[in-house]
């Protein structure tokens, strides 16, 4: 594994997306991210990350791999945060950003950010969606609750969010935005971004990518995913399945993806 790959990915979204009283602004953004070693005009892609607020901070959620391969990696940083208005209140939210970076020395370097775009919430939500939301079983983050709110996601992920939430505690990284529109180094559409697939990263408290996380644990929680209708499952465990439900690669090693063919 290569954990400069994620500290590079979180230490930029972090400079973006956090700043004292008085560190709005572009300027401010750019001196930030010159400041890390990294180029300036990164700061230009923040999009929901740098709101015109005049502080804000940033809690790193998770940072999960979208994608690992020799000299290049997409790490989706799934983040909440607080921005303080002009009148003094605090608003709360959060993103998910699926950051590129390629190999270098002395570090790896960042080459592209890219903020999710839920898009609008559909009201009322359908009523799957809100049995989700409320379900505290089902810890999501801003993004992907946004995700679910938009209306863009399909049953099967919900009603398998529902089923694995009765033996378990799951704790989702990402849904459908933030991810690789692409599976990472491929062509083939991910099932993501079409709203059929979700990701996991800790379980029953438990993360995944922790050695001390029971692996009886993480393959019971994989096998269940397939029993509730996913055709490819993939995380850190090899499974013996028919054909090709079960996967295991680097990119899987710290969480369990969970997919859908429709």
Request: negative net charge.
């Amino acid at each position: 594994m290569q954990p400069d790959v994620k500290r590079r990915a979180v230490e930029l979204v972090a400079a973006l997306g956090g700043w004292p009283t008085g560190g709005q602004g572009a300027g401010a953004a750019r001196a930030r991210v010159a400041a890390l070693g990294l180029p300036p005009a990164l700061a230009d892609r923040a999009g929901p990350l740098a709101p015109a607020a005049p502080e804000a901070s940033l809690e790193v959620i998770d940072a999960q791999y979208g994608g690992l391969l020799a000299d290049s990696a997409s790490v989706l940083v799934v983040c909440r945060q607080w921005r303080r208005q002009a009148d003094g209140s605090v608003a709360e939210g959060g993103t998910t950003v699926d950051v590129r970076l390629s190999r270098a020395e002395p570090r790896w370097t960042v080459t592209d950010l890219r903020p999710g775009d839920p898009g609008p919430a559909v009201a009322p939500p359908a009523p799957a969606v809100a049995r989700v939301l409320a379900e505290p079983r089902i810890e999501l983050p801003p993004e992907a609750a946004a995700d679910l709110r938009s209306g863009n996601v399909h049953d099967s992920v919900l009603e398998a969010m529902l089923r694995l939430a009765g033996p378990y505690t799951l704790s989702v990284s990402v849904v459908r935005t933030g991810h690789p529109v692409d599976v990472f180094g491929t062509t083939r559409p991910s099932d993501h971004p079409l709203g059929r697939a979700f990701d996991v990263w800790r379980i029953d408290g438990r993360a995944v990518v922790d050695p001390a996380t029971p692996r009886q644990l993480v393959e019971s929680f994989m096998r269940d995913a397939a029993a509730a209708g996913s055709y490819n499952v993939g995380g850190p465990v090899a499974i013996a399945g028919a054909g090709n439900q079960f996967f295991t690669d680097d990119t899987h090693h710290d969480h369990v993806h969970v997919g859908f063919n429709s």
